[in-house]
């Protein structure tokens, strides 16, 4: 009503409708070709809130070609485009369109085809790409850019003319991914993340996190790098920090960074400005820098519990790679493989009972609940060590400050264990204190080890090295054994002054280090006694240091010392450590320290108190004792005479021990040997059960302590004499082998066994039988001499030899002539000499044969049978049984020849007698010749009949027994007498 006037056509009050058309189309207020058509009308009738408009538009289509001539901006610029300067945000989520207008090729202006918000006013007159489609992906139609990755070059967007592709418009942006929950991003939040560097200078790289609407308690970060490209010079704390624990960590190993750190209160953004690190550029090209949450957690709650942040949840094990952090070229594929998790492994040496996760039960967790032996720096009870423990223990140094009167300082003392309470000493100096929160976070990121199990093994417990030796074992995170060669440790002797300080520090540098090495040229500085020796690893985490010492002292103060080296070798002072006693006074050591080797500094003014004491009460010196007795000779054979007297020297042992006088090589410190190692003591170790013998311990003379007898039977005694030495640590002893013989004195007269002897021998023994044997013996030798003294004058007998007693016969005897012999025999063991007797007697044998003599018998005729005729005569001159004789007829004969051993009978006796009647008359039987033998009843030595043979001659008497007859022949004249 005023007058003013106003383009209502975009409003929402508008409606346009078509009245009548050809070959056009109407859509809100957009006109469109139907289909391919190139002429046409088109009446358009509008109305505004009920308002008609008074006239209608007329639009005609006509075949005119037209072409988009120029691309331009929605600023109107020509050949370009509009698109953000940086698009940010998740990958393959985040995403922005291009904006643009055209100039056709009538001059037609159309300012907004392309609106940037996703609008499209005129299609099919542009298509759209990228030159690079790693980082970004477009859209041709519509030209929707999506982020993939980040990029460390600007990418361009280009619009092109479809009808003319030489007709177009660009524009240039930043890929930059943002950080999701739990995740972290590096380098700037909008622009190129990084841009490449080209030689020199520095840059900067900011570390953001997405706490994902957590506050944000402990971060544990690695976070790699080309090292080729940059260096890494040093780290601060961003924005967003409230203060803590911060560490930074470089090169270990070289290319990687260690990062984090404890809050000392929560802040929760998505874009925490955590820190930023500061590279020199060493090189030139690209910077790729990517990383991994090693572990991100809550800030503990009211009843001191954290939580982890961000999804898979990290640890050391199962590290999560950066996101929005990845700034490698190939990283947008890499990341897409992995969907989030991170490839990490370390290799590790630890013990096999020492637990790799977490408990599972409320904490704090038991050794039950563990599963095992829980982790070195476990403060918080959970089994493992990490940042989380970090956090626990700087809470609990500061609910300590307000004697745990809070609810979370009220529920961390009702329910911590006393394990966790000694794992909050992490430098063992007996003090909980904020050195330890700083000393667990740095061996966390590497920068320290844990030290335990600090062992003293003095010179009086190791006699047989003679050594003082330190051990430590040392851990990385995870009780990891340190096997690397990034750490030194190094220990530090101390006395005080009024227990011979000075005296003290002498003996030290005076040592040798067998394992390690005495670093000569430290000095503690004033009133400090004492000095610096470095450990040598000696495998599975354990360092050492073993010295050859003429220490001789009590109540020694030891420290560890500890320095550690990245992976360029380098150090500098957060990798240090001089792990001393309580920080609080009084001082053992009252006067202030100072002194620097080998990159270690240590300056305290108030002096210090050590880790702890020990004593070394014997030097290496009064320890050395290394060589044995040596007997010379080695052995002994002594020949001693029954006769020695009680007293008397038996051997003298020697020996003696090169101990004496001797130093030790410059290896085992110079040190001249105690003299005790060389002064010697002897003893007889076996067998002298007897207690014959006996020895000075001192000059090792033995001698005779009783009396010996040779013929007792022991006559060898085999003693092992000791000879020991008397080194005050360990004594070294030999054995010597003395042989001693008892040799026999003749002291003894020989002695006959069964003497008087008496024997019998066959008179018809041959020479060289054996008779008797005289025996005996003497107990001091077996060799005697014997002889025939006496009753041997006809030489009938004799010895086999001097040295035997056996008596044989010498020549024939005859029993018929000697029937006994009584011999005088002597022995003699040629000092002594004894005689006895040795009876002979001679047995006889049938040897003679019997005598017989003949006879001349005469007897009547007509005797009667039986008439004895006579006996034989027969004699023999043995006796006893070989002088029986026994009488046969052998023969009779009549002086004819006829046989008559039928008249007549010869008795055993000799007797002979007729057998029949004999009559003169009969000429042939008047003579009768017979013949007898007598014989021995027992048979010869040769075992043959001894016998003789005689002749009784029988003449025949007549006897007036017959009639005379008278001869027929004639008278006979007979005369009667």
């Not at 005088?824 to 006889?844: A, K, P, Q, Y």
């Amino acid at each position: 009503s005023d007058g003013t006037v106003k383009d209502v056509s975009a409003s929402a009050s508008t409606m346009f409708s078509v009245v009548s058309s050809t070959g056009l189309l109407l859509s809100g207020r957009k006109l469109t070709r139907d289909g391919m058509s190139t002429s046409g009308s088109i009446v358009v009738s509008g109305v505004h809130a009920g308002w008609w408009c008074d006239t209608n538009a007329t639009v005609t289509l006509t075949s005119t070609p037209a072409t988009v001539s120029t691309v331009l901006s929605l600023s109107g610029a020509s050949s370009q485009v509009t698109f953000p300067v940086t698009l940010s945000g998740t990958s393959g989520v985040s995403s922005a369109f291009v904006g643009l207008g055209v100039r056709l090729s009538d001059n037609t202006v159309y300012n907004t085809v392309f609106d940037g918000s996703g609008g499209i006013v005129y299609g099919n007159l542009v298509s759209f790409s990228l030159d690079n489609t790693s980082p970004a992906s477009v859209n041709s139609t519509t030209g929707e850019v999506t982020l993939l990755a980040n990029h460390h070059a600007l990418v361009t967007v280009t619009a092109t003319a479809v009808s003319n592709s030489g007709v177009s418009g660009s524009d240039t942006f930043a890929c930059n991914l943002s950080p999701g929950g739990g995740d972290v991003d590096l380098g700037s939040a909008s622009g190129i993340p990084i841009s490449p560097v080209g030689g020199s200078g520095t840059v900067d790289i900011d570390i953001r996190l997405n706490t994902d609407g957590k506050s944000l308690g402990g971060v544990d970060l690695e976070i790699y790098y080309d090292e080729t490209i940059i260096e890494p010079v040093s780290a601060s704390s961003g924005a967003d920090w409230p203060g803590g624990t911060f560490v930074f960590t470089k090169n270990d190993p070289v290319g990687t960074i260690l990062i984090g750190g404890s809050a000392t209160s929560g802040v929760s953004k998505s874009a925490y400005r955590f820190g930023t690190i500061r590279f020199n550029v060493v090189g030139s090209g690209v910077v790729e820098v990517f990383g991994a949450v090693k572990k991100m957690s809550t800030y503990a709650d009211s009843s001191g519990n954290v939580f982890s942040i961000g999804s898979p949840v990290a640890s050391d094990a199962s590290p999560r790679a950066f996101i929005s952090g990845d700034l490698r070229t190939n990283g947008g594929a890499r990341r897409r493989r992995s969907s989030g998790s991170f490839d990490y492994a370390e290799r590790v040496r630890r013990a096999s009972d020492v637990v790799t996760s977490k408990c599972s039960s409320t904490l704090p967790c038991d050794e039950t609940a563990c599963g095992g032996r829980r982790q070195s720096g476990d403060t918080n009870g959970d089994c493992v060590f990490d940042i989380d423990d970090v956090s626990y223990l700087q809470i609990y140094l500061a609910e300590s400050i307000f004697d745990f009167s809070t609810t979370r300082g009220a529920n961390i003392k009702a329910t911590i264990a006393d394990y966790q309470i000694a794992a909050m000493d992490v430098d063992r100096n007996g003090v909980i204190n904020p050195t330890d929160t700083s000393v667990l976070a740095r061996v966390n990121f590497k920068q320290l080890r844990f030290v335990r199990n600090l062992t003293v093994t003095p010179v009086e417990e190791n006699s047989d090295g003679c050594l003082l030796t330190i051990r430590a074992e040392v851990l990385l995170k995870g009780d990891v054994a340190d096997t690397s060669s990034q750490t030194e440790v190094y220990f530090d002797f101390a006395a005080t002054s009024g227990e011979g300080g000075a005296a003290f520090e002498t003996a030290f540098f005076g040592s040798t280090a067998k394992t390690g090495s005495v670093l000569s040229s430290v000095d503690k500085g004033s009133g400090q006694f004492g000095g610096i020796v470095s450990a040598a690893s000696v495998g599975d985490g354990w360092y050492e240091t073993s010295l050859y010492t003429p220490i001789s002292q009590m109540n020694i103060g030891l420290s560890p010392i500890q320095k550690t080296l990245d992976g360029n070798m380098n150090t500098n002072s957060a990798r240090s450590l001089a792990m001393f006693g309580s920080p609080s006074p009084p001082f053992r050591y009252s006067n202030a320290i100072s002194v620097t080797f080998n990159d270690v500094s240590i300056s305290i003014a108030s002096g210090y108190n050590p880790n702890m004491l020990f004593d070394n009460s014997r030097s290496s010196n009064a320890c050395f004792n290394l060589f044995d007795p040596v007997f010379t000779p080695a052995t002994n054979v002594v020949h001693i005479p029954e006769s020695l007297l009680t007293g008397s020297v038996v051997v003298d042992m020697n020996a003696t021990d090169a101990d004496a006088g001797y130093v030790t090589p410059a290896s085992m410190g110079a040190l001249a040997v105690a003299m005790e190692s060389s002064e010697l003591e002897y003893s007889i170790g076996y067998d002298n059960s007897s207690g014959l013998f006996v020895i000075d311990a001192a000059s090792g003379v033995i001698t005779l302590n009783g009396s010996l007898d040779y013929e007792s039977g022991v006559t060898l005694f085999v003693l092992a004499v000791q000879v020991t030495d008397k080194g005050i640590a360990t004594q070294r002893t030999n054995t010597s082998i003395v042989w001693i013989v008892v040799d026999d004195v003749n002291d003894n007269s020989p002695v006959f066994s069964g003497a008087p002897y008496t024997v019998s021998v066959r008179e018809n023994a041959t020479v060289s039988d054996a008779v008797a044997s005289v025996v005996a013996w003497d107990v001091d030798t077996p060799i005697l001499t014997f002889s025939i003294v006496s009753g041997n004058e006809l030489g009938h007998f004799g010895l086999s030899s001097q040295t035997s007693g056996d008596i044989i016969v010498q020549s024939a005897l005859d029993y018929e002539s000697v029937t006994s012999y009584t011999l005088g025999v002597n022995v003699t063991d040629g000092l002594f000499e004894i005689s006895t007797t040795v009876t002979i007697n001679v047995i006889d044998v049938n040897d003679n044969a019997p005598t017989i003599a003949n006879a001349t018998v005469s007897m009547f005729e007509n005797e009667p049978v039986g008439t004895i005729l006579g006996t034989m005569n027969a004699s023999d001159v043995d006796t006893g049984g070989n002088a029986d004789l026994l009488f046969s007829l052998v023969s009779a004969t009549f002086v004819n020849g006829a046989d008559a051993s039928s008249t007549v009978s010869v008795s055993n006796g000799g007797e002979v007698r007729t057998t029949s009647l004999f009559d003169y008359e009969d000429a042939n039987t008047r003579e009768v010749v017979i013949t007898v033998i007598v014989r021995n009843t027992n048979l010869s030595p040769g075992g043959d009949v001894v016998s003789s043979v005689a002749v009784m001659r029988l003449s025949l008497q007549d006897r007036n027994d017959n009639t005379p007859v008278f001869d027929v022949m004639g008278v006979y004249s007979v005369s009667v007498l």
